[in-house]
Protein backbone atom coordinates (compact mmCIF):
# COMPACT_ATOMS: atom_id res chain seq x y z
CA UNK A 1 0.00 0.00 0.00
CA UNK A 2 2.78 2.26 1.26
CA UNK A 3 5.06 1.54 -1.75
CA UNK A 4 1.57 1.98 -4.18
CA UNK A 5 1.56 5.48 -2.83
CA UNK A 6 5.44 6.32 -3.31
CA UNK A 7 5.07 4.84 -6.93
CA UNK A 8 2.32 7.00 -7.57
CA UNK A 9 4.00 10.20 -6.24
CA UNK A 10 7.16 9.69 -8.29
CA UNK A 11 4.84 8.32 -11.47
CA UNK A 12 2.99 11.93 -10.91
CA UNK A 13 6.75 13.65 -10.07
CA UNK A 14 8.14 12.88 -13.25
CA UNK A 15 5.77 13.14 -15.61
CA UNK A 16 5.57 16.62 -14.11
CA UNK A 17 9.22 16.96 -15.24
CA UNK A 18 8.80 15.69 -18.61
CA UNK A 19 5.82 18.02 -19.48
CA UNK A 20 8.12 21.28 -17.84
CA UNK A 21 10.71 19.68 -20.07
CA UNK A 22 9.00 19.63 -23.17
CA UNK A 23 7.50 22.65 -22.98
CA UNK A 24 10.95 24.52 -22.31
CA UNK A 25 12.55 22.79 -25.47
CA UNK A 26 9.46 23.61 -27.93
CA UNK A 27 10.02 27.38 -26.60
CA UNK A 28 13.82 27.12 -26.65
CA UNK A 29 13.07 25.40 -30.34
CA UNK A 30 11.03 28.30 -31.25
CA UNK A 31 13.02 30.99 -30.06
CA UNK A 32 16.13 29.61 -32.30
CA UNK A 33 14.46 29.15 -35.17
CA UNK A 34 13.02 33.10 -34.79
CA UNK A 35 16.67 33.80 -33.86
CA UNK A 36 18.18 32.32 -36.82
CA UNK A 37 15.29 33.84 -39.41
CA UNK A 38 16.17 37.60 -37.82
CA UNK A 39 20.25 36.92 -38.48
CA UNK A 40 19.65 35.18 -42.22
CA UNK A 41 17.25 38.66 -42.76
CA UNK A 42 20.06 40.89 -41.39
CA UNK A 43 22.22 39.06 -43.60
CA UNK A 44 20.15 39.01 -46.55
Known sequence: ???QIVA???LNF???ISCFN???F?????NI???AR???V???
Not at 26 to 30: E, S
Open 1 to 3: MVF
Open 8 to 10: QIL
Open 14 to 16: ILR
Open 22 to 24: ITT
Open 26 to 30: VLFKK
Open 33 to 35: LFY
Open 38 to 40: EKI
Open 42 to 44: LKN
